[in-house]
Nanobody, 123 residues
């Protein structure tokens, strides 16, 4: 059974930092692009960023560019989202996802999803 599991969420003050981890089991994702998405209450799930399968290329939404960083460790079958300079509007459930094809900013292009990790930023 293929699983993606996020961890590292929590409550943080504005301006603070968190690191989310996403570990995979059931298969290796070293050949997959990996993405992060988030969903705030009452809003649609939106693209945060993605990393190519080798980790050489990263892509970010305008709302997080310069504050968030994605990295991956294929030996550990893991991908990370480093959240810095957090703002209250970053409060959301964050999801990692794996795409069998190249990276994308569209939900429909991702084939595997984690269950999500809550990030809450207080003002």
């Amino acid at each position: 059974q293929v699983q993606l599991v996020e961890s590292g969420g929590g409550l943080v003050q504005a301006g603070g930092s968190l690191r989310l981890s996403c570990t995979a089991s059931g298969r290796t994702f070293g050949g997959n692009a990996m993405g992060w998405f988030r969903q705030a209450p009452g809003k649609e799930r939106e693209f945060v960023g993605a990393v190519s399968w080798r980790g050489y290329s990263t892509y970010y939404s305008d709302s997080v560019k310069g504050r968030f960083t994605i990295s991956r460790d294929n030996a550990k079958n893991a991908v990370y989202l480093h959240l810095n300079s957090l703002k209250p509007e970053d409060t959301a459930v964050y999801y990692c996802a794996a795409a069998d094809n190249s990276w994308s900013d569209r939900l429909i292009d991702y084939d595997y999803w984690g269950q999500g990790a809550q990030v809450t930023v207080s003002s």
